[in-house]
């Protein structure tokens, strides 16, 4: 896979925010998906747990997102592709 890597000034930057807040749905080899909130923790140690959720569930995948609240609500920016559009369990 090549990856497209270009150079940039950071300072284009028009906002960020220091979150630590994900979603993680595990999605079953059936229909259907249980969410979790983890709050608090480094991005590795929320994709640790996800992938030992997934180990101990055949069939199971996982999407990642980041929780953020601003002036709309409550909002997710995906990490991984969203549940729905995971590919099938190999």
Same mark, same amino acid.
């Given at each position: ?7 940039? $000034?950071?300072?284009?930057? &028009? !906002?960020?925010?220091?979150? &630590? ?11 259907? !998906? $249980? ?17 030992? &959720?997934?180990?101990?569930? @055949? ?12 002036? %709309?609500?409550?909002?997710?920016? !995906?990490?991984? @592709? $969203? @549940?729905? $559009? %995971? @590919?099938?369990?190999?």
């Amino acid at each position: 896979m090549a990856i497209e890597a270009r150079l940039v $000034d950071e300072r284009d930057t &028009q !906002w960020e925010a220091d979150v &630590q807040d994900y979603r993680v749905f595990i999605v079953h080899d059936t229909q259907g !998906w $249980d969410v979790y909130d983890i709050d608090n923790q480094t991005h590795s140690d929320v994709l640790a747990w996800a992938q030992e &959720q997934v180990a101990q569930r @055949p069939g199971a995948r996982y999407a990642l997102a980041i929780r953020i609240t601003n002036d %709309l609500g409550l909002g997710l920016l !995906w990490l991984t @592709p $969203d @549940p729905d $559009d %995971l @590919p099938a369990a190999a």
